[in-house]
């Protein structure tokens, strides 16, 4: 039977949910932004190539991206519990899911910046532009679309990986489908999580497209 308190658990479910996941996202490029930076930058064909870096960032990259998210989630609750004090709930959650972004987004930032035309580099560096200056005010510039459009992608993987955190008590509505949808045969609750979180991935892919459209109309109205 659907009562007041199934209903708010939804709704506390639903905030929980949306914490995890932007608070996730805004810490991971807070870290992947500058790693994927760097691994375009100190790349073979980069700014300033330098294998060592390189080699260094891609295996750290590799590593972490390489390792399921639950696992993962398991293998850092000591580490968890070090930082916020406990494994469990959505605080907790988002230490193992802001580590699993960081590669995650870093590799989307690197590939965004490798699709900037050479050609615009070259004629910064003509222009005495220092290599600071063309990563903030040419690469970056330049890859905000393809920036955005990986921003995207991230938010809806990390909203993914937050309902997974559900299977070890990670909160939100993923912990609400487990509990009630798998160990107590409530159907309907599971029904209800599972749309709302589609309806969540909705919001955030409708944002992303939005928000596409608008940088990409001043290029457009030129033609």
């Not at 993962?72 to 930082?83: Q, R, Y």
């Not at 004090?85 to 802001?98: E, F, K, N, W």
């Not at 912990?175 to 309806?199: F, H, K, W």
């Amino acid at each position: 039977m659907w009562t007041k308190e199934i209903t708010d658990m939804i709704v506390s479910g639903v905030w929980a949910t949306l914490y995890m996941t932007l608070a996730s996202t805004i810490l991971g490029y807070i870290f992947g932004l500058p790693m994927g930076v760097l691994l375009a930058i100190t790349d073979k064909e980069g700014l300033t190539p330098n294998a060592i870096v390189y080699k260094i960032l891609d295996v750290i990259a590799n590593i972490v991206r390489s390792i399921p998210f639950l696992i993962l989630l398991i293998l850092l609750i000591p580490f968890t519990k070090l930082i916020v004090g406990q494994s469990y709930g959505s605080t907790a959650t988002v230490v193992p899911l802001v580590i699993a972004a960081i590669p995650f987004i870093a590799r989307m930032v690197e590939s965004s910046i490798k699709e900037v035309d050479p050609g615009v580099i070259e004629a910064a560096r003509s222009m005495g532009a220092s290599n600071m200056q063309i990563v903030m005010k040419v690469l970056l510039v330049e890859a905000r679309t393809s920036l955005l459009t990986g921003a995207t992608i991230a938010i809806g993987t990390i909203l993914g990986y937050s309902a997974m955190a559900g299977c070890v008590g990670g909160g939100g509505l993923g912990d609400i489908a487990i509990r009630y949808g798998y160990y107590r045969y409530q159907t309907s609750i599971m029904i209800v999580t599972v749309v709302l979180l589609v309806v969540l991935v909705q919001i955030f892919q409708s944002i992303g497209t939005v928000s596409y459209t608008h940088l990409t109309l001043p290029t457009n109205s030129l033609v």
